[in-house]
C-alpha cells in the first residue's frame, strides 16, 4: 500500500498507546509500519530533502497534533503516553482522527492560532504535514528555476553558452582555474571535439568535451560520432554537454561502449549550475532545526 498521510496515522497511533505504556517515537514507526504492512522500499522512501524517511516524518507530525491536542503526552524526553482524554476518546470507538477532530480541543487551537495555519486549504494540502509543505513548495519553486534557467541558456549565443560549459566545470573541479579552462577549451573544434578540459589540477588525464545548444534530442549517431573521434585522439573520456535531451538509443549505446562518455542534457546541465551557482544567485535562506536532545542529558 501507499504511505499513509499523518492523519491517517493518528488513529492507529492513539490505538499503539492504549496499553497505557510510555513509548519511544522509533517504536511507533516500528509497531506502525508493520500495522500497515508497508514494505521495505516504503519504509526507507524519503522526503524530497532527502534528510529523513516519510514515513517517519509523518508518525512524527501525527504524534506532535495530538500531543498539543492532549491526546497524547511527554512524561520525558524522546516518550510519549496516551492520557486520560485520549482514553476517553478510544472509548467512543471513532473511525478515524484528524485535523478536524483535533479542533474540538481548545489546547489544539491555541496551537494552530499560535502557528498561523490556513483555516482553509486544499485537500492534498491537508494530507501533507508541515514539513511536507514546505518542501513541496521549495520543490516547485526548484523546478520552476530550473525550467527559467534552461530556456535562457537556450537562448544564449554560441559562443556564451561555450564559456557556461567551462564556468560549470570549473566549478566542479574540473581544468584547474578559470583562465586554464578557458585555454584548453574550443581550441580544437575539429573531429567532433569541441574543447579539452583537465580531469585535475595538475593535467594527469584529460577529458574531451562536445557541447551542442540543441533544441531537437541527441541521437546515437551524434553519440557515435564523438565516440570516434575519441578514439582518434587515443582519449578513452569524454563529457556530452546539451541543452535538449538524449534518445534512449543514444544512452544505450554509450552504456555498451568502452570509452567513457557523460551524457548530460539540458535539465541536467540546469541542476549543475544550480548546484555550483553558475548563473543563479541566493534570495534567501530558510533554516529548520529540531531539538538536540543530546545537549540535555544531565551528567
Known amino acids: 500500500m501507499a504511505i499513509p498521510d499523518y492523519q491517517s ?27 500497515f504492512g508497508l514494505t ?15 514515513f517517519d516524518n509523518r508518525v512524527a507530525w501525527a504524534r506532535t497534533y495530538m500531543t498539543k491536542a492532549a491526546l497524547l503526552e511527554s512524561p520525558r524526553r524522546g ?39 490556513p483555516k482553509e486549504a486544499t485537500e492534498t494540502e491537508n494530507l501533507q504535514t508541515p514539513g511536507e509543505l514546505l518542501e513541496s513548495a521549495y520543490q516547485k519553486l526548484h523546478e520552476s528555476l530550473i525550467a527559467e534557467l534552461l530556456k535562457t541558456v537556450k537562448e544564449c549565443s554560441p559562443a556564451f553558452f561555450e564559456r557556461l560549459v567551462i564556468d560549470v566545470l570549473v566549478k566542479m573541479g574540473y581544468g584547474g582555474s578559470r583562465r586554464e579552462a578557458g585555454k584548453a577549451i574550443g581550441r580544437s573544434g575539429d573531429e567532433g571535439i569541441d574543447g579539452i578540459i583537465n580531469e585535475d589540477r595538475l593535467g594527469l588525464d584529460v577529458i574531451y568535451i562536445q557541447a551542442k545548444r ?40 554509450v552504456s555498451k561502449i568502452s570509452s567513457k562518455i557523460v551524457l548530460i542534457d539540458g ?10 551557482n553558475v548563473g543563479v544567485t541566493l534570495v534567501t535562506s530558510y533554516e529548520t532545526k529540531k531539538i538536540d536532545s543530546d545537549y540535555f542529558i544531565e551528567g
Open 40 to 54: 521495505d522500499a516504503e519504509k526507507k522512501e524519503l522526503l524530497p530533502s532527502g534528510q529523513q524517511p516519510t
Open 79 to 117: 516518550y510519549f503516553r496516551i492520557t486520560q482524554r485520549g482514553r476517553e476518546v478510544l472509548a467512543k470507538k471513532p473511525t478515524e482522527i484528524n485535523v478536524k477532530f483535533l479542533e474540538q480541543y481548545p489546547e489544539f487551537i491555541e496551537f494552530r492560532t499560535k502557528r498561523s495555519e
Open 267 to 276: 535539465e541536467q546541465l540546469s541542476q549543475l549550475m544550480i548546484d555550483h
Open 214 to 253: 540543441w533544441q531537437a534530442s541527441i541521437g546515437r549517431p551524434e553519440i557515435q560520432k564523438f565516440a570516434g573521434a575519441l578514439q582518434g585522439h587515443r582519449a578513452n573520456k569524454g563529457i556530452f554537454i546539451t541543452t535538449s535531451n538524449f534518445t534512449r538509443d543514444a544512452e544505450e549505446y
Open 9 to 35: 496515522i493518528m488513529l492507529p497511533l492513539l490505538r499503539f498507546a492504549s496499553d497505557e505504556r510510555e513509548h519511544s517515537l522509533r517504536e511507533a514507526i516500528e509497531g506502525l509500519s508493520s500495522e
